[in-house]
């Protein structure tokens, strides 16, 4: 299995940044892709972005475009999201999440908060 940890989630005013780190460990393969979800209450989790391991191909989700960026370093298995000129529909909890061919993990999560 692989164990993720995220950190970097709390309270932010309207305008504000915040970066996200998640860290893997454990099984961990070459080809990967590191993504971002977040949910609030009473929705389907949602793709924020993702990075490939070997390319460095980026996806993102229309409403963060231009605003967040997600970046990754292979050497220490970390994935990164930069979120800047946040509001307060972008607060919802924040997963990590780690795919292979073989294997499917997801971090326990961050709340970020973006309120007055």
């Known amino acids: 299995q692989v164990q993720l940890v995220e950190s970097g989630g709390g309270l932010v005013q309207p305008g504000g940044s915040l970066r996200l780190s998640c860290a893997a460990s454990?099984?961990?393969?070459?080809?990967?892709?590191m993504s971002w979800y977040r949910q609030v209450p009473g929705k389907e989790r949602e793709l924020v972005a993702s990075?490939?391991?070997?390319?460095?191909?980026?996806n993102y989700a229309d409403s963060v475009k231009g605003r967040f960026s997600i970046s990754r370093d292979n050497t220490k298995n970390t994935v990164y999201l930069q979120m800047n000129s946040l509001n307060p529909e972008d607060t919802a909890v924040y997963y990590c999440?780690?795919?292979?061919?073989?294997?499917?993990?997801w971090g326990k999560g961050t709340l970020v908060t973006v309120s007055l």
């Open positions: 999440r780690w795919q292979s061919s073989r294997l499917d993990s």
């Open positions: 454990g099984f961990t393969s070459s080809r990967n892709t």
């Open positions: 990075i490939t391991s070997t390319d460095g191909f980026t």
